[in-house]
């Protein structure tokens, strides 16, 4: 037990401590750090354009990403649910992207694709549409970055299926008997089922969606250009601790994201009561 107690409080415990007290203080890891109480925590709100805008992008990013992340897993792992001998090599080449999603090369990938130029144009082009500038349009940018989240279903594809082989056929077998169709089956069998699965999918890949930040930092180079429109908070959190030194502030910024994934988590908690089906408890 004392190896474990000395590496959980050096490498855990002291960090989040040290990062706490750096959250009350200027802190630029070159002298030594200064209280000044609550400065950080109120510049934030009343006195940083460019933290509210990376606050905006980040929440537009996880509640217009997780949701098509999570319904695009669905959709995959209900196809796979299938006796094909194939389904195996099939389930490993759409679990590659979750794997190799968060590299630096598939992010240089990505900026290539969606160059002015690259295959996501061309094919624009070729039906007759007009060509998007997604490093010109702080929109277009950010969604080129939730459409990189949501190639990356894999982890969660994988969950809901096995959430769905959990599910017995004697369920459907009973509802095709009673002349129940697809969409009946899927309503009233398949999401009430799946449903815990369903809530843990959704707080994982929304933490997750909170820390992305290798691509947001590629993509734009490390600038959140165009116009902020890229700024992910993980990506202006490194910029406020490692380009400007600002560490102390970059703290505060750390436990707000803290603050803030934990009110979701709660809430997400506190509403699942009226969705999520236990079976154990005879549903809800």
């Known amino acids: 037990m004392g190896p474990f107690i000395i590496g959980f409080l050096s490498f855990t415990m002291i960090p989040i401590i040290a990062s706490l007290y750096f959250a009350f203080t200027s802190y630029d890891l070159f002298s030594p750090p200064r209280w000044i109480g609550l400065e950080n925590f109120q ?4 006195d940083d354009p460019r933290y509210l805008q990376s606050l905006k992008v980040t929440f537009i990013y996880v509640f217009g990403g997780v949701p098509l992340r999570l319904g695009f897993a669905l ?4 196809l796979l649910n299938t006796a094909s001998r194939a389904v195996g090599l099939y389930r490993t080449m759409y679990y590659l992207p979750s794997l190799i999603g ?28 007009d060509a998007v500038r997604w490093f010109g349009d702080p929109t277009a940018a950010l969604w080129m970055l939730i459409f990189l989240s949501v190639w990356q279903f894999g982890s969660s594809m994988l969950i809901f299926l096995a959430g769905l082989k959990s599910i017995p056929q004697s369920y459907y077998e009973a509802a095709s008997v009673d002349g129940a169709t697809f969409f009946q089956k899927f309503y ?8 815990p699965v369903m809530l843990f999918n959704m707080i994982m890949q929304t933490i997750a969606a909170f820390m992305t930040f290798v ?4 993509i734009s180079k490390g600038t959140g250009d165009p116009l902020d429109g890229t700024l992910l908070y993980s990506l202006y959190l490194f910029k406020q601790g490692i380009e400007y030194f600002n560490m102390g502030y970059a703290s505060a910024m750390a436990w707000v994201m803290l ?3 934990a009110i979701l988590t709660a809430i997400i908690f506190a509403t699942a009561r009226y ?3 236990y079976e154990s408890e005879g549903g809800r």
């Open 215 to 218: 691509p947001a930092f590629i």
């Open 259 to 261: 603050l803030i994934i």
């Open 43 to 46: 510049k934030m709100f009343t």
């Open 188 to 195: 009233m069998i398949t999401i009430p089922m799946l449903s």
């Open 102 to 129: 968060g590299s630096v090369a598939v992010a240089i990938m990505w900026r290539n694709i969606f160059g002015d130029e690259g295959i996501v144009n061309l094919g624009l082009t070729f039906l007759g549409l």
């Open 75 to 78: 959709a995959v792992a209900m």
């Open 275 to 277: 969705w999520v089906h």
